[in-house]
């Protein structure tokens, strides 16, 4: 079963998203905060991130930075969720290191066809 970490400071959207993930059949981690994000990247290995951009203590941004830089979770697919929508918001998530990028209200059969996409990449 595919773990997916989950980093989102909303809790309407931490909560509907995770149900609806483990509905699906992957094991959900979660973490509230950017630093707390880091922190369980590293601690439980999970397959995928599903990383909310504004988030609080450490944005989305420099989490997806410091996970990139660090040679344990590099090879992680990430994919930004964000309310911002403009295609420069989209090239600031692939720059800071994010694998793709999906917006917020969440299309579920969207995503969920991205994270499948990304875990049959990395072979999860």
Same mark, same amino acid.
């Given at each position: 079963?595919?773990?997916?970490? %989950? &980093?989102? =400071?909303?809790? @309407?959207?931490?909560?509907? +998203?995770?149900?609806? %993930?483990?509905?699906?059949?992957?094991?959900?981690?979660?973490?509230?905060?950017?630093?707390?994000?880091?922190?369980?990247? #590293?601690?439980?290995?999970? =397959?995928?991130?599903? $990383? =909310? /951009?504004? +988030?609080? &203590? @450490?944005?989305?941004?420099?989490?997806?930075?410091? $996970?990139?830089?660090?040679?344990?979770?590099?090879? $992680?697919?990430?994919?930004? $969720?964000?309310?911002?929508? /403009?295609?420069?918001?989209?090239?600031?998530?692939?720059?800071?290191?994010?694998?793709?990028?999906?917006?917020?209200?969440? =299309?579920?059969?969207? %995503?969920?066809?991205?994270?499948?996409?990304? %875990?049959?990449?990395?072979? #999860?």
């Amino acid at each position: 079963m595919p773990k997916i970490l %989950l &980093v989102e =400071d909303n809790e @309407m959207n931490r909560d509907m +998203l995770s149900r609806r %993930l483990k509905r699906k059949g992957f094991e959900v981690v979660i973490a509230m905060d950017g630093a707390e994000g880091v922190a369980m990247a #590293s601690s439980e290995a999970p =397959d995928l991130v599903l $990383l =909310d /951009m504004s +988030l609080p &203590v @450490m944005d989305g941004w420099e989490v997806a930075r410091r $996970l990139k830089a660090d040679p344990a979770t590099r090879a $992680l697919p990430i994919i930004a $969720l964000t309310a911002h929508a /403009m295609a420069t918001d989209q090239d600031k998530a692939l720059a800071a290191g994010c694998d793709d990028f999906d917006t917020k209200p969440v =299309d579920f059969a969207r %995503l969920t066809g991205k994270i499948d996409a990304w %875990l049959a990449k990395a072979g #999860s």
